[in-house]
Nanobody, 116 residues
Framework: QVQIVESGGGLVQPGGSLRLSCVLS????????MGWYRQAPGKQRDLVAS???????NFGDSVKGRFTISRDNDKNTMYLQMNSLKPEDTAVYYC??????????WGQGTQVTVSS
């Protein structure tokens, strides 16, 4: 069973930055695609960003140009750098993994709150 540990959430003022981390217990090479989703109260869970094993990235329209996604294969860790944060970015952010066999795994979520 894959263990996922997310960290980096918190309270930040509009315009500020945060970096989320997603650390895996196993090898990062076991997964075809890794990504971040977010869910605000009363809303559906949406894709924020994803990165494949080959390094291809994809971003939700609302975060393009502000967020970047990366992975450190040596540390089995994925990052989400969030800049120019807005109140509408407030949500619980979830790490998501998709294996080559089609298995999906979710982290427990980390709260991001953007407020003055």
């Amino acid at each position: 069973q894959v263990q996922i540990v997310e960290s980096g959430g918190g309270l930040v003022q509009p315009g500020g930055s945060l970096r989320l981390s997603c650390v895996l217990s196993g090898s990062i090479f076991s997964f075809y695609r890794m990504g971040w989703y977010r869910q605000a109260p009363g809303k559906q869970r949406d894709l924020v960003a994803s990165i494949t094993s080959g390094g291809s990235t994809n971003f939700g329209d609302s975060v393009k140009g502000r967020f970047t996604i990366s992975r450190d294969n040596d540390k089995n860790t994925m990052y989400l750098q969030m800049n120019s944060l807005k109140p509408e970015d407030t949500a619980v952010y979830y790490c998501h993994l998709l294996s080559y066999h089609g298995n999906e795994y979710w982290g427990q979520g980390t709260q991001v709150t953007v407020s003055s």
